[in-house]
């Protein structure tokens, strides 16, 4: 999957399971609580690709994540390459065959999710709003780049940078400072949970199931077979599934914001 519809599918979990809990658990999130969810869970449903380093070719979703901050995250790409790769090895059993790239692997599994979860929730809990900021500005600036994309292109990495520090910033002056944010962690290990599955219904699959072995294999790519598998770039994915995706969004959008919007002007539904 290419890297706006990855982001899509983040906002797009992340909006429905707003509406959700709103709906049947009574759990009301404020607008800007629901906007930083939404964002940071696109940006985290484009984390795992941070694992493309900038030498991929140009179309690749992966090099589009790897640019958001220019060379500085082609670095961190670079970098989460080679630690993938060396877990790879220092992991691989006798049936998983040689790599020279670490592209989907470590930072497709659920092991991996749930650090970068736990990891966020632990540096929001120690260190609140300054954590938190840092978190958004990351997260903003691959969340910009996946969900417009175009826009992100033409505009370049400087002024994506300096968009998500922006609201980032903005967030950080409106958000309650008394508390922790589990949220926020969630919502990262949420959207990285996401990227996997968008990726398991590509050709290519995951390696969902590590660090369980199975057939001499730790490195078990999941995904569907052939003939039905999501072709990356293909009508199906750019027209059809993002279509769904944003359908699914506005939707669950406008159910958690028209109640609110309506009660404003005095009219009950
Ligand atoms: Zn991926």
């Known amino acids: ?48 690709d941070l694992d493309l380093s900038g030498k991929v070719t140009r179309n690749q979703g992966g090099a589009t994540v790897a640019r958001t901050f220019g060379v500085v995250s082609l670095f961190v790409a670079e970098v989460m390459e080679k630690i993938s790769l060396g877990v790879y090895y220092a992991t691989k059993l006798s049936k998983d065959p040689r790599r020279n790239n670490g592209h989907r692997t470590l930072t497709h599994t659920i092991p991996f999710t749930v650090l970068v979860g736990w990891g966020t929730t632990a540096l929001c809990a120690a260190y609140g709003k300054w954590a938190v900021v840092g978190i958004l500005f990351f997260m903003f600036g691959l969340a910009l780049r996946g969900l417009f994309d175009r826009w992100a292109e033409r505009a370049g990495w400087v002024i994506v940078t300096l968009a998500s520090a922006a609201a980032a910033w903005f967030t950080f002056a409106n958000l309650p400072g008394d508390r922790g944010y589990p949220l926020i962690g969630l919502a990262v290990g949420v ?34 077979p052939n003939s039905i598998a ?23 959008a406008v159910g958690l914001v028209a109640p609110s919007v309506l009660r404003k002007f005095n009219i009950e539904i």
Do not use: N
């Open 1 to 48: 999957m290419m890297g706006p519809s990855h982001a899509l599918s983040g906002a797009a979990v992340w909006l429905t399971g707003s509406w959700a809990l709103d709906q049947f658990a009574d759990y009301h999130q404020s607008p800007l609580a629901l906007a930083v969810g939404t964002a940071v869970c696109a940006g985290g449903a484009l984390f795992p």
């Open 230 to 252: 999501l072709r990356t770039g293909s009508k199906t994915e750019v027209v059809v599934l993002r279509g769904v995706l944003t359908a699914i969004s506005v939707l669950a």
């Open 191 to 224: 959207g990285c949970f996401v990227h996997i599955l968008g990726d398991m219904i590509t050709r290519a699959g995951v390696p969902i199931l590590w660090p369980i072995p199975i057939k001499r294999r730790m490195w078990t790519m999941v995904g569907l």
